[in-house]
């Protein structure tokens, strides 16, 4: 039987999760023998090393997204004539003649909706409705995620298929490359980090209140935000140009973020709600003590390697620090058991869940099953 030819589409020239899970995805595969792949993209370079076959798509600035989608992406998989597609972001494109699989990430925008501008939300719900429904199998990054989907969309039940993604091991840097990246980036000699967009479902405000909070105690201790402005972001704007609690840092490099990652006295993420939590994953693979709140998919993500706040809120996230940062034996029972635990979440398992749902897909069996 001929390897199972599947064309995935990643918008890699985005930033987020979304973009980071399809690179590394695409990489992993590799490792599945009866899969080909064929990646759409529109960051070509992204991929140079994945082994897969690359097509070039290109997309011209965000505004041209529906275009891509919409019109240009059916044509190609015309021509392609894959045996699954792959859409990697909640949407499908129309006209599709091959069964389809898509990702589901997360359903933020139907679980927290104030954190979402009407336009955004009145879209996310009709294209993840509507690639729901079409789609022969629907991939969903964490039990929490399935909960909600089938709860949200009960037609969905029988082609929802869990497959955590991976967490890589965080890089080793030497000390001289740290101190160099702590100088040129002006970071403080103790801070707390957050990584992510910079909107309401965040919560970035309660990290820098917490922090701000908590100076009292240990006067030269900041906020690190790393991550773009996204939506409805003026409370988290109002607590950072506040006063000089927080540093942010819009952009940043993956070798530089990797080094604030191990600078990094404790990382937080209060978010109402998350599909996974990549950020989050990565603080556990660098052994950052981490703190998260106690919702959606996080619990399931970070198993006893990371506090949980007992509530969104200034006090509790001040509370939570304390306990790390004045506390040796705790952060270092959270910087031995983050690694730990993050080494649970393989690329390798990744690839082959996605495999089995292309095979789903398909009607193929499973290489076991075969005779």
């Known amino acids: 039987m001929p390897p199972l030819h599947v064309a995935i589409a990643v918008l890699a020239g985005t930033t987020g999760g979304p973009a980071s899970y399809g690179i590394r995805l695409v990489q992993a595969l590799r490792s599945v023998d009866d899969v080909r792949v064929t990646v759409v993209t529109d960051r070509p370079a992204a991929f140079a090393a994945s082994g897969a076959e690359v097509v070039d798509l290109p997309m011209r600035g965000g505004l041209d997204r529906l275009r891509w989608q919409y019109l240009a992406l059916p044509k190609l998989l015309h021509r392609l004539r894959p045996d699954v597609y792959h859409d990697t972001k909640n949407a499908l494109p129309p006209r599709l003649s091959a069964p389809a699989v898509v990702t589901v990430h997360d359903l933020a925008y139907h679980t927290v909706p104030a954190t979402f501008g009407f336009a955004s939300r ?92 908590l100076r009292a105690q240990m006067p030269g201790l900041r906020a690190v935000l790393v991550g773009r402005r996204g939506w409805l972001a003026a409370e988290a704007m109002a607590a950072i140009e506040a006063d000089d609690t ?49 919702v959606s998919s996080l619990p399931e993500l970070c198993g006893d390697a990371a506090l949980r706040l007992p509530a969104l809120t200034v006090d ?56």
């Open 122 to 213: 009145l879209f996310l719900r009709w294209a993840t409705r509507d690639a729901v429904r079409r789609a022969a199998a629907i991939v969903v990054p964490s039990q929490a995620t399935a909960d909600d989907l089938r709860r949200i969309h009960p037609r969905s039940e029988g082609r929802v298929c869990v497959v955590p993604h991976g967490i890589d091991p965080a890089p080793t840097i030497a000390a001289e490359q740290l101190a160099a990246v702590r100088a040129r980036l002006r970071l403080p000699e103790h801070f707390v980090l957050h990584v992510g967009t910079v909107q309401a479902r965040k919560n970035v405000h309660l990290v820098v209140g917490g922090v701000r909070q």
């Open 246 to 294: 927080a540093v942010w840092l819009p952009h940043l490099p993956a070798d530089d973020l990797a080094a604030v990652y191990a600078l990094a006295d404790a990382f937080v993420s209060p978010s109402a709600y998350e599909g996974f939590g990549l950020a989050v994953a990565d603080a556990l693979a660098a052994g950052v003590p981490t703190i998260v709140s106690d």
């Open 316 to 371: 509790a996230v001040a509370a939570a620090l304390a306990g790390v940062l004045l506390a040796p034996a705790t952060a270092a029972r959270l910087r031995a058991a983050g690694p730990a635990r993050a080494r649970t979440f393989r690329w390798l398992d990744a690839a082959r869940g996605h495999a089995a749902a292309y095979r789903r897909a398909a009607g193929r069996p499973e290489p076991s099953e075969r005779t």
